[in-house]
């Protein structure tokens, strides 16, 4: 195994940011330029240091959890003694209690199994809940709030169908809440009913927790290595503490992308990782940019409406669904590829039909490098026409790699957000849909949301209804 304590290693392993395509050196008027980047160069030097003087103060916890070794402790204790006693973890949990998890287990090797169960569609749980030996299964329930109404509805049917099953005796061993350490309707539960249980840090939310007992619970259940994972995460912290953003990834990631749109009205981001391991990736990636930015107000209370669209892709699949889009659509998009050296394995393409000239070129050509070429044509395929591109290079996709691509956006989002002068650990624009929701289900509390959905629907005009 890899030592990642060896500098050498982490040197090899490191994820690489290769801006040439967004520089309008390379795609003319399209693209930023050198001089726009060094202009900011008095508000980002501020932004760092405002950023450092905050982790200080512990205001940013999450970018140090790579860093907490009894946290870790913990939860490989608890994950250890599940792997004892289930054949498979079910994660109820929605948004960032279910993405990141969804990530990690995609995205790397795994020896048991782990579901995710991230909506209460009635269909797709009910067919989950159908095939489950309960008997060698155990349900990690995350809700740092301990109110999250999808999460807490997933709990009370499994709790009954564990009751009836298993008996007032057995069915707490199959249950482990993960929530915050002090408060919440579930710390309540977990006094109550005795469940074992894991801490979500106080100020970490829910987008910025895969590094916490949130995702690192399941990945280590599934055999995930967690300690290389955090040691990634911690090597992209060291390399994102330089203060000049030509020498650091997150930052100068940041930047573009916020010069691209507040300049260049690129609006509109899309990730897109050429691996289907990373597709989740790209997903978890969209909830962070989209809730971290996407706000209505300043710091100071001005209005704002700022903030990228996020889009996901996989290559080469979408090149044939999605390209034709971006490469003659509309000129508000900003395209980051990522690109795997080392896939992992080979598959090659067997040598036949040599006469047929286009079919028999592929012969001898290997799947992975087959994927690689194309990203590479598509790259350019977008700078010929004008369409900026960044390509961040992954040598392969493991657990110390994919530690850096999380701490990655993680400090490029906050660093966004100073740019933009917003709020990147508030999503007030959630809070409404889910109050409406409490009011329609007849929580207590919540009479005037219910009606506002009443009065709502009394507006509807039926012409308008075909």
């Given at each position: 195994?890899?030592?990642?304590?060896?500098?050498?290693?982490?040197?090899?392993?490191?994820?690489?940011?290769?801006?040439?395509?967004?520089?309008?050196?390379?795609?003319?008027?399209?693209?930023?330029?050198?001089?726009?980047?060094?202009?900011?160069?008095?508000?980002?030097?501020?932004?760092?240091?405002?950023?450092?003087?905050?982790?200080?103060?512990?205001?940013?916890?999450?970018?140090?959890?790579?860093?907490?070794?009894?946290?870790?402790?913990?939860?490989?204790?608890?994950?250890?003694?599940?792997?004892?006693?289930?054949?498979?973890?079910?994660?109820?949990?929605?948004?960032?209690?279910?993405?990141?998890?969804?990530?990690?287990?995609?995205?790397?090797?795994?020896?048991?199994?782990?579901?995710?169960?991230?909506?209460?569609?009635?269909?797709?749980?009910?067919?989950?809940?159908?095939?489950?030996?309960?008997?060698?299964?155990?349900?990690?329930?995350?809700?740092?709030?301990?109110?999250?109404?999808?999460?807490?509805?997933?709990?009370?049917?499994?709790?009954?169908?564990?009751?009836?099953?298993?008996?007032?005796?057995?069915?707490?061993?199959?249950?482990?809440?993960?929530?915050?350490?002090?408060?919440?309707?579930?710390?309540?539960?977990?006094h109550d009913e005795g469940f074992r249980d894991l801490a979500v840090p106080a100020?970490?939310?829910?987008?910025?927790?895969?590094?916490?007992?949130?995702?690192?619970?399941?990945?280590?259940?599934?055999?995930?290595?967690?300690?290389?994972?955090?040691?990634?995460?911690?090597?992209?912290?060291?390399?994102c503490q330089e203060p000049d953003p030509w020498r650091n990834p997150a930052h100068?990631?940041?930047?573009?992308?916020?010069?691209?749109?507040?300049?260049?009205?690129?609006?509109?981001?899309?990730?897109?990782?050429?691996?289907?391991?990373?597709?989740?990736?790209?997903?978890?990636?969209?909830?962070?940019?989209?809730?971290?930015?996407?706000?209505?107000?300043?710091?100071?209370?001005?209005?704002?409406?700022?903030?990228?669209?996020?889009?996901?892709?996989?290559?080469?699949?979408?090149?044939?669904?999605?390209?034709?889009?971006?490469?003659?659509?509309?000129?508000?998009?900003?395209?980051?590829?990522?690109?795997?050296?080392?896939?992992?394995?080979?598959?090659?393409?067997?040598?036949?039909?040599?006469?047929?000239?286009?079919?028999?070129?592929?012969?001898?050509?290997?799947?992975?490098?087959?994927?690689?070429?194309?990203?590479?044509?598509?790259?350019?395929?977008?700078?010929?026409?004008?369409?900026?591109?960044?390509?961040?290079?992954?040598?392969?996709?493991?657990?110390?790699?994919?530690?850096?691509?999380?701490?990655?956006?993680?400090?490029?989002?906050?660093?966004?957000?100073?740019?933009?002068?917003?709020?990147?650990?508030?999503?007030?624009?959630?809070?409404?849909?889910?109050?409406?929701?409490?009011?329609?289900?007849?929580?207590?509390?919540?009479?005037?949301?219910?009606?506002?959905?009443?009065?709502?629907?009394?507006?509807?005009?039926?012409?308008?209804?075909?």
């Open positions: 195994m890899p030592d990642y304590r060896r500098r050498a290693t982490r040197e090899a392993m490191s994820v690489r940011l290769d801006v040439n395509g967004m520089m309008a050196d390379t795609v003319g008027h399209a693209g930023v330029t050198r001089e726009e980047v060094d202009g900011l160069g008095a508000r980002t030097s501020e932004i760092a240091r405002a950023l450092k003087a905050r982790r200080g103060a512990g205001e940013l916890p999450f970018l140090d959890l790579p860093y907490q070794k009894d946290a870790l402790a913990r939860t490989k204790t608890v994950a250890n003694a599940l792997r004892e006693e289930s054949e498979t973890l079910v994660v109820l949990g929605i948004g960032g209690s279910a993405l990141g998890t969804r990530t990690l287990i995609e995205a790397l090797e795994t020896t048991r199994r782990v579901v995710v169960a991230d909506n209460v569609d009635p269909m797709s749980f009910g067919t989950l809940l159908d095939g489950l030996e309960l008997a060698r299964t155990t349900f990690n329930v995350i809700s740092k709030s301990g109110e999250t109404a999808e999460t807490m509805a997933q709990f009370l049917i499994v709790r009954d169908l564990l009751l009836r099953q298993l008996g007032a005796v057995d069915y707490a061993k199959r249950v482990v809440i993960t929530t915050d350490a002090d408060q919440g309707a579930l710390r309540q539960v977990v100020d970490v939310g829910g987008r910025f927790s895969v590094l916490t007992a949130v995702g690192l619970l399941p990945a280590a259940f599934a055999g995930v290595r967690v300690d290389d994972l955090l040691a990634g995460a911690a090597w992209m912290d060291t390399r100068l990631l940041a930047t573009l992308l916020y010069l691209a749109d507040a300049r260049h009205r690129r609006n509109v981001v899309v990730l897109m990782p050429y691996s289907d391991r990373l597709h989740c990736y790209a997903a978890w990636f969209g909830q962070l940019w989209a809730e971290s930015l996407g706000k209505a107000e300043t710091l100071d209370g001005k209005p704002a409406h700022v903030g990228q669209t996020p889009l996901s892709a996989v290559g080469a699949t979408d090149q044939h669904s999605l390209l034709q889009l971006f490469t003659g659509g509309p000129a508000d998009k900003v395209i980051i590829m990522l690109r795997v050296e080392d896939h992992g394995r080979e598959v090659p393409v067997p040598a036949a039909y040599a006469d047929l000239d286009s079919i028999g070129y592929l012969g001898g050509v290997g799947l992975g490098r087959l994927l690689n070429l194309e990203q590479r044509a598509t790259e350019l395929a977008l700078v010929k026409q004008q369409r900026p591109v960044l390509t961040i290079n992954v040598p392969q996709v493991n657990a110390f790699t994919l530690g850096q691509l999380i701490c990655l956006f993680e400090v490029a989002v906050v660093f966004a957000a100073g740019l933009y002068r917003v709020n990147p650990l508030d999503q007030p624009g959630v809070e409404d849909s889910k109050r409406l929701t409490y009011g329609q289900m007849g929580r207590k509390g919540f009479d005037a949301e219910r009606a506002q959905v009443e009065a709502w629907l009394a507006r509807k005009r039926n012409d308008y209804t075909l």
